[in-house]
Nanobody
Framework: QVQLVESGGGSVQAGGSLRLSCASS???????MGWFRQAPGKEREGVAA???????SYADSVKGRFTISQDNAKSTLYLQMNSLKPEDTAMYYC????????????????????WGQGTQVAVSS
């Protein structure tokens, strides 16, 4: 069993910053974790992912603005979001994969078995 709890969402103006956190508790070994987002009427998309060895991957739309990191001692995943844009508005979800990750940290939603409940991010212009 894996439990994931996100926090840190909120409302900010364009150009602002937020840091999302995802606290995890897991009976199984977590090999990869990721941040996903879903705006109303749109598919859930992978924003950033990190493997247990620290390798990361980012969607082109957030490269240079978002940073994913993990604190293994605290079992917490983070997403630092800078230079936020209105198009970043979405529900943000944390996800975990308890199978080995090959070929890097995946950002496909079908690669993850465990999901948090989400935290809302709203960016106004």
């Amino acid at each position: 069993q894996v439990q994931l709890v996100e926090s840190g969402g909120g409302s900010v103006q364009a150009g602002g910053s937020l840091r999302l956190s995802c606290a995890s508790s897991a009976y199984y070994t977590i090999y990869c974790m990721g941040w996903f987002r879903q705006a109303p009427g749109k598919e859930r998309e992978g924003v950033a992912a990190i493997r247990s060895d620290g390798s990361t991957s980012y969607a082109d739309s957030v490269k240079g603005r978002f940073t994913i990191s993990q604190d293994n001692a605290k079992s917490t995943l983070y997403l630092q979001m800078n230079s936020l844009k209105p198009e970043d508005t979405a529900m943000y979800y944390c996800a975990a994969r308890t199978r080995p990750c090959y070929g890097g940290a995946p950002r496909n939603k079908y690669d993850y078995e465990w999901w948090g409940q989400g935290t809302q991010v709203a960016v106004s212009s």
